[in-house]
């Protein structure tokens, strides 16, 4: 049995990054899917806009993608807590691993900003350690 990858990303009125964001996370993720299985979860923190449509529209376009809306914002770290109960996380001695432990295995997490008018987050293949 693999185990599971799982992404979890707090959104707050994020509409316009979240189809981008799923086309950037989709080819990295098909890289590692013969070893791993991965979920993403996006938690909808009080969004004002359409972001959860949005993340309703990409769960009835891929299995693996979760949504979790929230009734008003609670911040992110609520929308983090709530997204690895939700997930698929080993429940007793172990934690989430460090983005900087993901750059050991080739991968790094490059967030420039998420505010309009900003290029979204991106993840992708870095070229080195």
């Known amino acids: ?11 707050y009125n ?3 990054s979240l189809f981008l964001l ?5 080819p990295v993720l098909k890289e590692i899917s013969d070893i791993y299985d991965w979920e993403c979860i996006f938690v ?9 449509q949005v993340i ?8 693996r993608i979760k949504g979790i809306s929230f009734s008003r ?25 460090p ?7 080739g991968y790094a997490l490059r967030l420039p900003g998420h505010h309009r008018g900003r290029r979204p ?5 870095s070229a080195s350690p």
């Open 73 to 97: 914002n609670f911040g992110h770290q609520m929308a983090l807590t709530a997204g690895v109960q939700k997930g698929e996380l080993p429940r007793r001695g172990t934690s989430p691993a």
């Open 99 to 105: 983005l900087g432990l993901r750059r050991q295995n």
């Open 14 to 16: 994020e509409q316009e």
């Open 44 to 52: 909808n923190d009080g969004s004002r806009d359409a972001s959860w």
């Open 22 to 26: 799923y086309e950037e996370l989709s």
């Open 1 to 11: 049995m693999k185990k599971t990858v799982s992404i979890i990303v707090p959104v």
């Open 56 to 63: 309703s529209a990409l769960r009835k376009q891929d299995k």
């Open 121 to 125: 987050a991106r993840l992708g293949k």
